[in-house]
Every structure is written in C-alpha cells, then in structure tokens.
C-alpha cells in the first residue's frame, strides 16, 4: 500500500488564483480554489524514513504536511494525477533523492494535486475539472481521494507477431491500415505487400510500424518530394529539389550545409560555425499544449546537438485562434485558444529556461483560422567549432548507444500520428502519441554530448525523436547495417512488447555511433552528468537492420528497402485563384480608434506577458532583445546574439517572417512576402544582407487537395524567386501537412496556409547592432522603400472585421539594394534607429518607435490615392529610419532614396499626417496603454 | 598571485559558463566542476580561495527549487565549506546556488530561524532587468559605491527570512528602494531584498544575476547612455578579498 503525503502551503490559497479566474471564465461559478500537494511513494520504506523523507524534502519554512483528509464544509474536493507512465519528473528527482539521502525502500513515487473547491451548489464537478484542472490526455482524477496508479504489468516473454500482408487484396490493404494507423498511401501499401511476397513471409509487427514510421509524412517528407503534375500539364519534379537548386544557384562560400543532417550550417567566424533548425509541433500541442510545447522545443534542440552544436539561443513562432472566443464556440474536441496559449507559452519557457538556452525571437499570431488546428514552430540555434564533420556514417564495428532516459510507452506512433489529421475525437485518443518533457535529462544530453564531441568520443550521433530507435537507428545504420539487441534497452517499467521498446518515443535521447576504444570514458562522462548511457548493439553486418529481444528476431528488414523502396508519391494539383473581390463598402473610418485597436490587437500588443517568462538573458550573449527601449517595452525586428568567449566581434541576428491573412489570398506573393520580412528583420538590427541564411517551416493543410497542394507549390516558387532576388539561400526547412479540422459532421477545416521563414544573420561589428528604439527627441525620420502600401490582407482588415480588397503586398524589386545601402549606413554609425514595417503600416511603426524611444513622434507621408493605405496599408521592403540631425547629410548621401517623413519630439505624442492633413493626434500614454491591454 | 575559484555545478545549473567567465574578467582563474564528480572523485579543493554557485535548475527544481542541490550541498561538502569560510575566503551564490545555499543552510546563517526563497508574488517566472542597491559589509560589496543594474531570471525569489544582513535591494530608477512596488521590485520581496550575507560577509547570496552585465554590450541602454552599473567591480570585490587569502 503506497504511503500517502500531503502537503499544504502555510501562506493559504493563493496559488489557486489563476485557477479560480479561469474557472469563471469558462462559466463554472467558483469563488476559490485550494492547491494542495499530493506525493504518495511506494515500497517498504519505515516510519523513520517517511519522516526524514517528509522533513528533507516534502516541507520548508512555508509548507507542511497536513491531515489527508481535512475538507470544509462544502467544499468539493478533486484530485488529480498523471496517468501511469506519464513523465512524473518530480517523482523521478524524489526517488533519487531519497536514496541519495540513505532513505531505503522508497522504490517509487507518483504526485498529484488535491484541489479544495468553494463554490456554489450545483457546480459540475467533471466540467470544472476537464475545463481547467486536467487534461485527461495526460492525467487522471476523482472527486474526492485518487487512489496513485502505476504501470504495473508483469514482464512478458518478448513476443513478436506477424501480420498476415500478402494475401491481403487492396482493399483490405487499406483496411490494415486504418485500422494500425500506418498512414500510409496505396501504392506504398502495395509496395511492401510486394516485399514480403518476394521474401516468402510476412513481416512482424515491429517490421511493419518500422516501415510506417520510416516512410511518414513526418520523417520523409513524401509530399516535399512528390512528382506534382497540374491540371495544366506543368510538371513541379519535387519542392525540396526546387529550394535545393535555389541554394546551389547561389552558392555561397559561407553556406557549410544545407538541407542535409539535422539542421542547417553556416560560417560565423573564422573559428566557429553556426548551426540552425526549425521544427513545428502543432497536433501535440492541440491535444496537450504544455506537453507538445515543450516536447517541441526539446526536439529541435536535439537535431541542433546532433549537428554536433551546443544551443545557444532559441525561437519560437506561436499561432492560436482569438483568446476571447466565446466558450459555447469553441468546436467538438478542441481546447479552448485560451487554454492552448497559456500551456503552449509555459511549455516553450519551461523547457527553455531550464536547459539554460535563452529564448530570443519568435512570434505570437491570433487569427480565427488557428483555433481548430494551433501552430508551434520551435527553432534552435548551435554553435559547433570550425569543420565539425557532418553526417559521418558509422564504421561497421561501432557500437549503438543511446545517450539519454528509459523509455516507456511514450509516444508510440507519434510520426505517423502527426502526419494525420485532427478529428473531434483526437483529443480523447491522441494519449499514448503525446508526452511531456524533461528539460533536466535533455540539459545532462547537451553537455555530454558537447564534451563528447570535443573528445572525438563518438563518430556519428542522431536525434531520437519521431519513430524512436527504427527512426534514429534505421537512419545511421543505412548503408552499414545494424543488430541491436532490445533487451539491452532500459525501460521505465516491465510489460513492454518489443515493438514497444522500438517504436518508443521517450523523449530526450540521442543515438551515437562510438568506437570500442571511447565507450568507456563516454559512460564515465554520461555517469558524472547523471545520463543513461547505453550499449544496444553494433552498427556493421551484411547492411540488413537486426533487432533481437535476446535471441528472438523482432525485424530483419533490407535497409536498402526501408530507405529507398517507398514508390515515390505521384500528386495531382490545380492552380489556386488569386483573384479578389470586390471591396465592401466601408463604414467611415475613425483613424485614431483604427490605431488604438490595431496596437491593443493580440498579434501586435506588447507580447511583454510572454517573453518576460522566457529566459532571454542567460549564457550572457544577447545583444538585441526580444524587447527594447527606455523601458524595454517595444517590440524589436530581429534580436541579435553573441556565443559565449567570442572575440571575433561577430554576432548572430535572427528574423521571423509569418503572415497569417495572406497564404489564403496569394500564397505565391505570401512567400515572397514573409522572406523580404524576415531578411529586413536581421539587416535592421546590422545584419550583412550578403550573409543571411533561411529557413522554411510550411503548415499547410492536406496535400491530396488539389487546390491546397497548388497553393504549396506557389509558396514553394515564391520563396524560391525570393531567395534569389534577395541572395538569401535556404539551407534548411520543414513541413507539417494535414493540419486540418475534421468535424463531426465531416466537414474539414484547413488551417490557413501558414510560411514561417526564419532569417539567421552575421553581424560584423557587434558593438553596431540598432534598435528600434530612437535614443532621444530631435532625431529626423526617414522612410525606406517605396512599395505602394495596400489593404488587401491587412491587419487593419482583421481588426475591422472589413474586406478592404485588392490585392496583398507583393515583393519591391529594389529591396535587396536598399537592404545593402541601409547595412552599410547603419555599418557606418549613421543610423541612431531603425523600424520595419509590417503589420499595420506606418502607424503602428511609428506608435511603437514612440514607445520605445519614450519619445514624441511626428510623421506626414504623401497620399497614394487613399489616406487610409497611406497609414495603415502594408507593403514590402519599407523601413523608418531615425537620424541624428548632424548626420542627416551623410544618410542622405548614404541612402538618397530614404525620405524624410517626420521627427521625434518631446511633446510626448503620436502625431501622423497624410499629405499636411493630420489624421491622429495621441498621447504617448493611450499608444501605450492601448499596447498593454488598459485604459490609459 | 591569481586567486583561483571554484563553479560548483551540478544537474541543471546552466550560468556556470557566464559565471566562470565574469570571475575572470574580475582576475581569476576558474574551474567549472560537477559535486557529482567532485564527489566521486574525492579530490581536495581547498586550494580554490573563491567559490561560486551559479544559477538554474538543480535537479529541474523538483520539490522546490535549490532543495536537492541543497540537500548535496550540506551532506557531501558542508565541513568544506564552512572551513572555506573559516579561512576568510568568499562564497557567492547567485539565483539557483542562492536558493541552494539557503538550503544547505548557509544562508542567511546558522541562528537565523527559517528562511526561504518562495514562489515570486506573479506566481510566474520573471525575466527582466532590475536596479539593485548595494549595501556595505562584505567584500563583495566593498568596490560598489553606486546602483548595479542586471537581469532577474527566476519563478522563485521571494526572499521570506530575516532582513538584518542584507547586500542588494531592488530600486526604481531614480536610485530608490522600490517599496515593493512591481515591476521594479520583480517578485513581492519583503522590504525589497534581492540577496542577504551570512554573519561574517563571506557567504552573499543573490537573485539577480550580476553576471549578465560585465561587459558594455551586455548594456541594454548603451546606445542611449554611457555605460552605467556594471556588475564587475562586485566580482572584482569578491576576487580581490580572495586573492588575499
């Protein structure tokens, strides 16, 4: 029987606040909410013991153990858990502490809450409870006392079954699949019935899922290198190759890798290269945000240390639907944006902040498009010395370690799964694909593998993300071979089938290639960080992919089949239309009240109440940061970042560039778009436009939709064209298809065609970098770029709920020269400030360099035809420049096609014209209060 | 001669590499060592004349933060320690190693009665930067005669303990104790505390992390300002008391 703790917080129930607010948000009538803490440890630990255990590690100066069962009248009492298997970290650190301490018989330990509920009579105790205490993705509950639960399941012999594929028509092929959740198409269907036709046998259960993992949308792309053929008869031979030619077009001496091993490589310095990845983690983060968040960030910080880099700052790009979405709208098996945003925001900064890598760029996006399917893009950036190899092979002979935790049933079928669509009944059934992280395993796996790679320890290494071992073994052992015995596997608990043990996605593990001779002192290494290292097998044989469970064969499989016999995907497309309509007549328009509610708009209010819980301080190399200004409350375009011991004087700028209206307008000029926003972002803050890399991440909805795969194909050549005009190469990407809503009624809803392009710059000088902050009053205002701003798509659409029409920005062909004229006045010292433009026009730019400088702003920009474009209309390629006046000859000189528009002031008001006509007359106090979300 | 100082990590600390780097800069040579192979390995440290505990996540936090490292702290080396400060020598603590040397008991001292750093008032984690006032009695303090200013990074900070020895209050801009008022004062402190001394000065224990601003570019208002409370004459402090010992 498992003893019982209870601890409770001496300072009363405040910790339960944010609970009772959100309770009554979600209608439950709760007037408070007690947090207790639930431990109960299992195993024959003795009074003696319970009691140091409570008194070394339960209680402190401001909690204590209480009575169990202590209720007051009318208090409805919940309690909650995780479910059996669910990473209970505390639980873990609990286990090891106490023997760490000498308290024997503490063999396991599960925690848990106790909730102690004042409300009214006829509360729904399981509404409140699903509504805000749990999510029963993860965890369980009672009303009343929860009984702990653990995997508790004998050992079983390692059994392996076949699954009856060649005798299977088409049909029932399908039918198989379905039923397994391979998400595998037809033609690959027929192509591994083919395979063990020609062996004489069918494949085990293990060989199967192996196969489905390896050859997901997730793990290989399939949409990404498809044959598309047109209605038209154009023919697009793969949208990899295309980015691929692009960067080969360009070829750059300082491009070290790209599209190729886990992340992308540059050069920064003569010493050291930088490493880049961008992930997405959207389904997980659907069905449990926190656990998807932070699983999210864990994985791409994984495919940046098995680039053989060691993190140094990370990203992230957050979609969700309207926060204020009234309850009763919120559709069939989707958790309210709300609810999605808070764990998506505490599962980034958890997992970030405590692997000790700041958090510094991203963006947060709120368009009803994003409440059925929210998306996370999480990116890492490494840096690795110098000619660190890439994607060496392992050497027959080397042994298969696994740096890292045990596994569990974790996450089994998490590739295939994400490569599915949601359906209002995923959340209730998505439980074994999602799981939560430990960033305390993951930081002990960066520093070991950092410190192994120094030391030569290993000679190849890869994350072990989606698919577990057959992805991460199965992908270093092509062209070697491999035998991995699974019952050299450590597991959290007995009862796993060998399939289990393979396909496990436990998270925070490498897979490293090791010679004979270093696998000692790795182990010793591992031991001291408090890492599992482990000997699983040897990479090498007749290139055939063995996996024992002791002597029984669980998958003998043909590499040469599992990576090349995937039929390649034929895909059919139609050219989506572009065309708009007709503009609605409009109300009249109220320009001030149009800038207060575009700046108080979740897209672009302060996002202050994020990155403050992010960590963007720590290794000591930010530079520009996230925010900016006299009270570092402004947003910045690009943030800048130096590794820790550089003295190069060289710096790392990064860039975001998102749009959420105008993927389902145009996704050719949306790609071209985001790219120019995301390459303005680094330069404003000195980056060198002839040195930035991009990145792709492309949420998009289902590939077998021809318009929608129409759409991808636009995108892709809109980044394409984009890249060479701007000599910007791709050298990484990723895509996340079928994020599409199915409701009950079988109707899907797409997400709206989502490009996040991710810019990584050098700076040259980083005692140059700027700001968007003007550093004072007087400073003379310039406008870059003369795109013909317009409303088509614009933010100002979205906050009137209007349909302005026409068109959506497109690219302006002068930009790339603008950028290299800005960099070099900005190289110079002659630029005190400087603002991109983007969401909202000149208006919100200059609202928010206001902000920032602490300073009054003045601007009168010339009419195109239409006042209201002249201040809120979006375009490409523009900037606002602040200029001390002493130096405004030289940035003229320096960059003649900037036009003076205006100044900063100490009147402490927001002042914008339109051809002498002034349109908005604010105080610097309601700009900023609007931006906060309160009355001024 | 150059004083050496010893970065006591762990499973989860992540400033040792920012930490190891300002004492540097302030004129020592450091080493960056594990307690678990400090442990295991047996070796004598009493060479190292400084030593510091950086911040972040021992043991991810688990069952409050600082507690384990706390716990290993005061179980494997507390007689080391309390020698190290019997010779005289300094020991900082910053963040997560304050929060593990009021565990271990260390701070703020031996007859002080409990003491904790408690869940932060938001009752989120806070990164922003903070005006910090120095206060005299101890060597770390004793090269800073303005305002330092760096960033806080933590969810747990709320100093609840005795308030007679205390090295930093967190201040508004104008130089003046914040009052308790937020944001200026980040996490509720009581009579705005951000880090304590033991009885002899030797022991400082703070939230905010002085580490993050040693250099100008550290500086987020260098463009607008010449560079302005720099945190490197408290490691020079520190260092120097150490090197005379």
Known sequence: MPHRLVIANRSGPGRGDHLVSAARASGHAVRDIEVLDVVHVDGPVDDDGLARLGELLLTDALHELVEADRVDDGQLVIETGLRPGVTDVTATELVAAAARLGISGVERATTGHRYLVDADDGLAAERLTVDVLVNPVIERWAEGVLAPAFVDEPPRPPEVAHVAVRDLDDEALEALDRERGLSLAPAELRAVRAHFADLGRDPTDAELETIAQTWSEHCCHKTFRARITFDDGTVVDGLIPMLRDATEQLDRDWVVSAFDGDAGVIVLDDDVEIAVKVETHNHPSAVEPFGGANTGVGGVVRDVIASGAKPIALTDVLCFGPTDLPVDEVPPGVLHPARVRAGVVDGVGDYGNKIGVPTIAGAVLHDPGYTTTPLVFCGCIGVRPRGTGIDVPPESGDLVVVLGGAVGRDGVGGATFSSRSMGAETVGTAGSSVQIGAPIVEKGVIDVVVAARDAGWYRSITDCGAGGLSSAVGELAEGVGADVDLDLVPRKYAGLAPWEVWLSEAQERVVCAVPDDHVEALAALAADHGVGCDVIGRFGGDGRLLVRAGSTVVVDLDLGFLHDGRPRAVLAARHPATARPTRRALPELDPERALLDLLAHPSLRSVEDVVRTYDHEVLGGTVVRPTTGVHLDAPSDGTVVVPLGSTSGRAVAVGVGVNAAWGRHDARAMAEAVVDEAVRNVVAVGADPARVALLDNFSWGNPRDEIELGRLVAAVEGCVTASLHHEAPFICGKDSLNNVYVDPDGLADPVPPTLVVTAVGVVDDVDRVVGSDPTGAGRLLYLLGGAEPVLGGSHLDLVLDADHGGRIPVADPDAPAHYRRLHQAIARGLVDACHDLSEGGIATAAAEMAVGGDVGIEVDVADHGDAVAALFGEACGRLLLAVRPEQAEDLSAALPEARLVGRTTDDRRVALSVDGHQLVDLSLDAVRAAREGRQP | ?245
């Open chain 2, 1 to 245: 001669m150059t004083p050496r100082a010893l970065v006591l990590s762990a499973r989860g600390p992540n400033r040792d590499g920012e930490l190891a780097a300002a004492l540097e800069l302030a004129g020592a040579e450091t080493d960056i060592r594990l307690v678990s192979e400090l442990r295991e390995r047996g070796d004598d440290w009493s060479g190292y004349q400084l030593v510091a505990v950086p911040g972040g996540f021992s043991h991810g936090d688990a069952l409050g933060a600082g507690r384990l490292l706390g716990l290993d702290l005061a179980g494997w080396f507390g007689d080391r320690l309390a020698a190290h400060v019997e010779r005289g020598r300094p020991v900082i603590g910053i963040c997560n190693g304050f929060q593990a040397l009021v565990r271990a008991g260390m701070l703020p001292g031996a007859d002080d009665g409990p003491a904790l750093l408690a869940h932060n008032d938001s009752g989120r984690f806070e990164c922003r930067w903070v005006e910090l006032l120095p206060q005299p009695g101890s060597p770390w303090t004793s090269r800073l005669d303005e305002p330092i200013r760096c960033p806080v990074a933590h969810g747990e900070g709320r100093w609840v303990g005795p308030s007679d020895r205390v090295a930093f209050r967190y201040a508004d801009h104008k130089g003046d104790p914040a009052g308790g008022a937020y944001p200026a004062n980040p996490n509720g402190s009581a009579d705005d505390i951000a880090g304590v001394f033991d009885p002899t000065g030797l022991v400082l224990g703070l939230m905010p992390h002085p580490e993050d601003h040693v250099l100008t570019r550290h500086d987020p208002h260098r463009r607008r300002r010449p560079w302005s409370g720099s945190c490197l004459p408290l490691f020079e402090g520190g260092v120097a008391h150490a090197a005379a010992t």
